[in-house]
C-alpha cells in the first residue's frame, strides 16, 4: 500500500477531491500553507494499492493547473540611510507537488 501526499492550490483541492471520490477513492483534505509563499494551500492525502498509485496522479494532473504568482519580498532590516527598493517576484507554482510513500500498515478500526 502507499499514501500519496498531494500539495496542491486550494482552487483546484475541490475539484480533485470530487475526481476522486467519483472513482471511489478515498481522500483526506488539510489545510496547510506553503513555507515560501506563505500563502494557504491544500495537503491531499490518498491511501491506495500500489496498482492504483498511476490513476491517482493521473487524476491529479487533470485537475491541478500550475499558476503564476507574484510575491512582494520582505524587506531586509536596514541600517539607518539605507535604502531598499522591493521588486515584486513571480513565481510558478506547480499544479502539484507529489510524494508517493510506503505504508507499513493500515487498518480502520
Ligand atoms: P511554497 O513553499 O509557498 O512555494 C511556492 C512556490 O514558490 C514553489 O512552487 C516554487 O515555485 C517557489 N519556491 C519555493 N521555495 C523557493 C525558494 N527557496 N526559492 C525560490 N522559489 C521557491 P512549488 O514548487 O510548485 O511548490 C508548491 C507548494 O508545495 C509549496 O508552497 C509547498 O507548500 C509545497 N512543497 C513544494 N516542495 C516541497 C517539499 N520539498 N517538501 C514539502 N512541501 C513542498
Redesign the pocket.
Known amino acids: 500500500m502507499k499514501l500519496i501526499v498531494a ?1 496542491v492550490h486550494n482552487e483546484d483541492a475541490g475539484a480533485l477531491v470530487e475526481a476522486l471520490l467519483e472513482k471511489d477513492y478515498r481522500a483526506t483534505r488539510l489545510h ?8 494557504s ?1 491544500a495537503t491531499i492525502l490518498v491511501g491506495v494499492e500500489e496498482a492504483q498509485v498511476e490513476e491517482v496522479l493521473a487524476i491529479t494532473r487533470r485537475t491541478c493547473t500550475a499558476r503564476t504568482q507574484i510575491v512582494n519580498p520582505m524587506p531586509p532590516i536596514m541600517e539607518p540611510g539605507e535604502f531598499f527598493m522591493p521588486y515584486p517576484l513571480e ?4 499544479g502539484a ?1 507529489v510524494f508517493v510513500l510506503p505504508v507499513e500498515r493500515f487498518e480502520r478500526l
Do not use: W, Y
Open positions: 500539495v496547510s500553507s506553503g513555507g515560501f509563499l506563505k500563502q494551500n513565481v510558478e507554482v506547480g507537488t
